[in-house]
């Protein structure tokens, strides 16, 4: 989470690099000389460095033109183009075979892929590694200690990693970019210029293809302010010091959330229990609003307008997790579906709705896990299929308000579809539950999203790496349901006690 109260702090740190590489960040001072003496420096060096065989010689970078300088920067510094101060930008591959062949070790090389490749450097989650045997045959791909690693394709694509002083030996994949400066004493400007709106624009204008891929040639030629040695150490010691108080600022407010999701789970936990509301006389008995909605149903299916399913089993005592008021119900979640014909459906199966069924029209907006949010739906992530092509996956057609049920991890976790696309559909790892008409919309909408439910589907979840839960062990969880007007008063009193939200 970045951005709280009135405080953006991913958009601050991205305006801090924009000052910090126009010299608007620093002062500019006569002694720190002039950025053309690094330059003179890094050629002298690449000169070397080719003379002894360590690089080879390549064909000259085209001379900058004032068309393409962005904007104005310092006299003592100097417009140059990335490739003019590195002795190597190249990408690796993956070993034959891949992650199916064996070729991943538990232990040996370190094997860098785009997943981890962040700004502030590796990310050991997910990392695998290859022999020292094998990676002795991929030198072209060798990572070292001051590398800078570029991610150049996918969604993480411009996420830029400074490799450590004490790193030993790695190797990436195709998806990553090594870029070795001549000079290292550059490294720490040049990842932050990479990191800045500078080049993450260069880098989104020139990726090309369908996953956004950038070459090792065009990311040479990029365009870059370089300043005197001296300030470029000044520039990258604000930096530290600016955005460790952004640091501070996201740490205080995820630990703020974390208190806060406590508070609003426990408060949940309190209403599905009736422990928020009163109980009163004249608001009736859930089980007659329970009966209203099995007569409905019994009745439809009488006049073969929709189809009898089979009964789901009836609940056990020791099932039920805690006690409820006397004038309230415990249900299973697939008896308080809608009355017609699929109340509950599945996503298609994966071969049903592939990238080739996508469409760059907004047609029918595909709903992913992505799009299932703590606090509800989170546009984002934003994708479609064609209306034709929904003609074949009709079943699992979604509609405004209907209740979108996460099979993966976050396994059980729900929104409501909001009224923003022409029409939507569900992506294999989710589940659509169109709730009875009797019920209160935003109260099952809370009591799927508490404790009482949540635990029953975290209990039952299958699988190891990517665990998740079925369509019928979500028809088979427990639910609380009082009387419609309770209902009501439960979800006032909740909206008046989350009100501090943010």
């Not at 426990?266 to 609003?289: F, I, N, S, V």
């Amino acid at each position: 989470m970045t951005k709280h109260l009135d405080i953006d702090t991913k958009a601050m740190r991205a305006k801090i690099l924009d000052l910090a590489i126009r010299g608007k960040l620093t002062d500019q001072r006569q002694e720190d000389g002039n950025a053309r003496d690094i330059l003179k420096e890094i050629q002298a060096e690449k000169e070397k460095l080719i003379k002894e065989k360590k690089i080879k010689k390549e064909k000259p970078l085209p001379e900058i033109t004032e068309e393409e300088k962005p904007f104005d920067i310092p006299e003592n510094w100097e417009w140059v183009r990335l490739g003019n101060l590195t002795s190597k930008v190249g990408s690796g591959n993956t070993p034959k075979g891949g992650k199916n062949s064996g070729v991943y070790k538990e232990s040996g090389v370190e094997f860098i892929r785009e997943m981890n490749v962040y700004n502030d450097g590796l990310h050991y989650d997910g990392m695998v590694y290859i022999s020292n045997e094998l990676a002795k045959t991929r030198t072209g791909s060798a990572v070292v200690a001051g590398d800078i690693l570029l991610n150049i394709t996918g969604g993480s694509i411009g996420r830029c990693a400074l490799v450590p002083d004490n790193f030993v030996l790695g190797n990436v994949n195709q998806h990553v970019l090594i870029i070795r400066n001549i000079v290292a004493s550059l490294r720490e400007y040049i990842h932050l210029v990479l990191c800045s709106p500078l080049v993450q624009r260069y880098i989104n204008n020139s990726a090309v293809g369908d996953k956004a891929g950038l070459s090792a040639s065009k990311t040479k030629g990029f365009v870059i302010p370089l300043p005197p040695l001296a300030e470029q150490y000044r520039i990258a010691d604000k930096i530290s010091a600016l955005f460790a108080q952004l640091d501070a600022i996201d740490k205080a407010y995820e630990e703020y959330r974390e208190l806060q999701q406590t508070m609003k789970a426990k408060l949940l936990e309190l209403a599905m229990q009736g422990k928020l509301t009163d109980q009163r006389k004249e608001d009736g008995d859930a089980r007659d609003l329970f009966q209203d909605i099995q007569e409905e149903k019994q009745r439809l299916i009488a006049e073969k307008k929709i189809k009898k399913e089979k009964p789901l089993p009836e609940i056990e005592a020791d099932e039920i997790p805690f006690e409820i008021p006397t004038n309230w119900m415990w249900v299973r979640l697939g008896d308080l579906g809608a009355p017609i014909q699929y109340p509950f459906a599945d996503g298609p199966f994966g071969s049903n709705l592939k990238k080739e069924h996508y469409t760059t029209n907004r047609e029918v907006r595909i709903i992913q896990l992505s799009n299932i949010g703590e606090n509800g739906w989170r546009d984002e992530n934003v994708k479609y299929t064609t209306f034709e092509h929904l003609k074949l996956i009709s079943r699992s057609e979604v509609n405004p308000g209907d209740i979108v049920i996460a099979k993966m991890m976050p396994a059980g976790r729900a929104i409501i579809v909001p009224d923003k696309d022409p029409k939507y559909v569900l992506s294999s790892d989710a589940v659509k539950f169109v709730p009875n008409k009797h019920l209160y919309l935003p109260f099952v909408i809370n009591c799927i999203n508490s404790p009482v439910f949540q635990n029953q589907v975290t209990a039952n979840v299958q699988g190891t790496t990517r665990k998740r839960t079925s369509l019928s062990k979500l028809k088979n969880c427990l639910f609380p349901i009082p009387p419609l007007a309770e209902q009501k008063r439960i979800v006032s009193k909740l909206d008046k006690l989350l009100s501090l939200e943010i």
